[in-house]
């Protein structure tokens, strides 16, 4: 099948969430024999690109105008997709961003391709009201693309309730491989934090203060912190607490290093859709620590591989990262952490969202 992949930002620009589950499985479709492309921005002269066996078409990011501040995100960004869709000769366009899906639906009216519309965050009421137009922008997609998929059950419920359809769940995932690391285990009790903690919806402030209680029990505890070079977060966390610090994670295997080094890896954001960071610390063998509120009960699946807190709960967050450390001493842990996240595999994914796909283009034909 020729796939276009289509969001606003990529990497190596943003390397958040959604942008490294589009790279991760565009490589996954590209591996298996599909015409991947990926359609997106950035701020220098329109680029095509070959990059690990996918083209990606960059065109140039427009300005955001002042009066668009309160509408949805990357505005700008939809012409270039909505263009680029009715010119190009694909199956199938999934759009990873409302704006995207939006102009992909309007592509489609004039002979684009068929539409799937993905959601990467919960769309709560707080959510679909935050933005002018965002409530009829998001129904209109959830009532018009071919597919409509979020990342968990957990976002999932939201999608029903607000924007009136069953969605297909399809998590993201990890290539598995990339996070194997000969890194010895930390002789103190450390926590790593690969969230960007710029963003505000990451609670650092909850992270460092659970922290605090952590180390009164704890005094040997370290917090070691993934500095993030996204430039769409510019605000500033908190200042570190005593016995943490920053690192780079840039590079290859260096991602996987802080991972394995690490005793735990703790995700404070409340009511996450997924939680891509614990997918990746369970792949490296680490046990992790997320809120009861979101995606993350559904990653552990049962199994002993971490522990999870009430959302904003400082104590019962420096509870649970105490019972991630004594998960991290057991010796069968690293062993039932990798094998869970073989579960979030992309080889294992890829059909799944492939499925998606020929179901699309079967009723397109």
């Not at 066996?53 to 509408?71: D, F, I, S, T």
């Not at 102009?103 to 769309?123: C, I, K, S």
């Not at 552990?300 to 999870?308: D, F, M, R, S, W």
Request: overall charge neutral; glycine content about 6%; charged content about 25%.
């Amino acid at each position: 099948m020729r796939i276009a992949l289509v969001h606003p930002t990529y990497w190596p620009e943003v390397r958040r969430g959604s942008e490294r589950v589009i790279h991760d499985l565009g490589v996954a479709l590209a591996e298996r024999g599909h015409d991947v492309t990926v359609l997106t921005t950035h701020d220098g002269p329109s680029s095509l690109a070959i990059e690990d066996g996918m083209r990606v078409l960059r065109a140039r990011r427009p300005p955001q105008p002042p009066g668009l501040a309160a509408y949805e995100y990357h505005l700008t960004s939809a012409p270039a997709a909505y263009w680029r869709l009715r010119r190009g000769a694909f199956d199938v366009a999934h759009c990873f961003f409302p704006t995207d899906a939006w102009a992909a639906l309007r592509a489609r009216e004039r002979g684009g391709p068929p539409v799937v519309a993905t959601n990467h965050g919960v769309p709560t009421r707080e959510y679909l009201v935050a933005r002018r137009y965002r409530l009829d922008m998001q129904l209109r997609i959830a009532r018009e693309a071919d597919e409509c998929t979020v990342l968990s059950e957990a976002a999932a419920r939201p999608y029903r309730r607000y924007l009136l359809r069953d969605p297909v769940i399809l998590p993201g995932g990890v290539l598995a491989a990339e996070f194997e690391s000969d890194a010895e285990r930390a002789a103190a009790p450390t926590f790593f934090c690969a969230s960007a903690l710029g963003d505000p919806r990451k609670r650092a402030g909850l992270l460092f203060a659970a922290f605090e209680r952590v180390r009164a029990v704890r005094p040997d505890a370290r917090l070691v912190v993934a500095r993030s070079r996204d430039p769409f977060m510019s605000a500033e966390p908190p200042a570190l607490p005593e016995a943490a610090k920053w690192i780079d994670v840039e590079g290859p295997g260096a991602l996987a290093r802080a991972y394995a080094s690490a005793w735990a890896t703790v995700n404070a954001a409340p009511g996450e859709a997924f939680g891509l960071v614990l997918v990746e610390s369970l792949a490296a063998g680490t046990p992790v620590v997320g809120d009861s509120s979101g995606a993350t009960p559904e990653i552990l699946g049962g199994e002993p591989v971490g522990a999870t807190f009430a959302p904003d709960d400082e104590a019962d967050l420096a509870r649970a990262m105490l019972a991630a450390l004594e998960l991290a001493e057991r010796p069968e842990t690293r062993a039932a952490c990798k094998a869970r996240a073989q579960e979030y595999d992309w080889a294992r994914l890829a059909e799944r969202y492939e499925a998606v796909y020929e179901r699309v283009v079967a009723r397109a034909r």
